[in-house]
Structures are given as C-alpha cells and as structure tokens.
T-cell receptor, first 114, second 110 residues
Framework: DTEVTQTPKHLVMGMTNKKSLKCEQHMGHRAMYWYKQKAKKPPELMFVYSYEKLSINESVPSRFSPECPNSSLLNLHLHALQPEDSALYLC?????????????FGQGTRLTVV | GQQLNQSPQSMFIQEGEDVSMNCTSSSIFNTWLWYKQDPGEGPVLLIALYKAGELTSNGRLTAQFGITRKDSFLNISASIPSDVGIYFCAGGSGNTPLVFGKGTRLSVIA
C-alpha cells in the first residue's frame, strides 16, 4: 500500500475563513511534507515533518500553520488567505526525512481563495 | 541552491513513437526519481534509482542514473494516449529535501 490520502479534494474559501487540509498515510513513514503547486510548475516545498517534529519551514507565511498530531496524520491550517494562495496543495510522505528516499504523494487538494 | 534542468519542456509525439527526456544538474545526487502527474492529481512515482549507472525498467518505461550522478534520463517506448501528462524528475541527496525539475509536458497524437 503506497497510499497517501488527502481531504478534501476541492476547497473554496473566503479570505476571512479558517479551514484545514488533512493528510493521512499508513505506510509507517516517519517524514511527511506539504507542497504547494501552481499550474504548469513543479511542486514547491512548504514544510517537512520528521518524526513528528517540524524540521523544515521554507519561509512560509504564518497564515499557513502545519500540525502533525501523530506519525500518520498531517494537517495544514489555513487562515486569512489571499487569492494568490489558490493552488493545488500536495501532501507527501517518505520513510525518512532524508532526501535520498522515495516520496509518495497524495492526490492533492485544489484550493480556491475568493 | 541545487537546481535541475529538465528537457524538453514539452513534446508532441505520434502514438507508437518512443519518447526520451532527461534531467541534468551541476550537483551530485544520490537518488533520482521520476514522477508522472495527470491534471488535477498528485504526482505518481514511476521509477526510483539509487546507484550510479543503474538502469531500471517499469513496463514500457526505462530510466537510468547517470555515471557522473549529475544526470538521469527517462525513456518511454511505444507511447499510448494515456502517457499524456507532465513528467517530473527529482534528485535527492543527504538531509536535503528532493529537488524537482520543471517538468516535461507530453502530448500524444493518436
């Protein structure tokens, strides 16, 4: 099983709303990631959790707040987003946080900020 | 930071033709990964390479880890319409996260 599950698949939110994206994996992976992807661009790393601790924050604005409740779950809390934050948000996991391991992606959440 | 040059950016081919794309870097990588992404979906891992010189196949797909560890290529033989999508290479090393190429957009004409 190489499945990473993301919910919801689509989300439309207003600039004053608070919402959360959820990600789950049951592969026993100890690293989980959030990426943001704009159209026709590669995934852009936002956060890395390794062994449930935040290890990398790629200078992401504080309106994005990650949370890792346990080794299988990863959330991304959204608050006061801007229209330019509209994108495909991808979750991924890998055995470890080291760059030389395979990363498996979820199907993404298509976020539209209005 | 590390960067990958992926080429071509896009290609239009006839069904049945073979396809070749590659990634090069000025830095050494310990891992090369190839992903395919369909519109509105997440990238799906196609092939993972871990050793310099390694040649690995997955069905009609073949990928190689360059001897210098600075490049990799992906070949698709006898393309079919469902091969349409964006292909990304990704290089990995040490404790740094994966570095992604900018993608090759493949269109197949039936």
């Amino acid at each position: 099983d190489t499945e990473v599950t993301q919910t919801p698949k689509h989300l439309v939110m207003g600039m004053t709303n608070k919402k959360s994206l959820k990600c789950e994996q049951h592969m026993g992976h100890r690293a989980m990631y959030w990426y943001k992807q704009k159209a026709k661009k590669p995934p852009e790393l936002m956060f890395v959790y390794s062994y449930e601790k935040l290890s990398i924050n790629e200078s992401v604005p504080s309106r994005f707040s990650p949370e890792c409740p346990n080794s299988s779950l990863l959330n991304l809390h959204l608050h006061a987003l801007q229209p330019e934050d509209s994108a495909l948000y991808l979750c991924a996991s890998s055995r470890s946080g080291r760059g030389n391991t395979e990363a498996f992606f979820g199907q993404g959440t298509r976020l539209t900020v209005v | 930071g590390q960067q990958l040059n992926q080429s071509p950016q896009s290609m239009f081919i006839q069904e049945g033709e073979d396809v070749s794309m590659n990634c090069t870097s000025s830095s050494i990588f310990n891992t090369w990964l190839w992903y395919k992404q369909d519109p509105g979906e997440g990238p799906v891992l196609l092939i993972a390479l871990y050793k310099a010189g390694e040649l690995t196949s997955n069905g009609r797909l073949t990928a190689q880890f360059g001897i210098t560890r600075k490049d990799s290529f992906l070949n698709i033989s006898a393309s079919i319409p469902s091969d349409v999508g964006i292909y990304f290479c990704a290089g990995g090393s040490g404790n740094t996260p994966l570095v992604f190429g900018k993608g090759t957009r493949l269109s197949v004409i039936a």
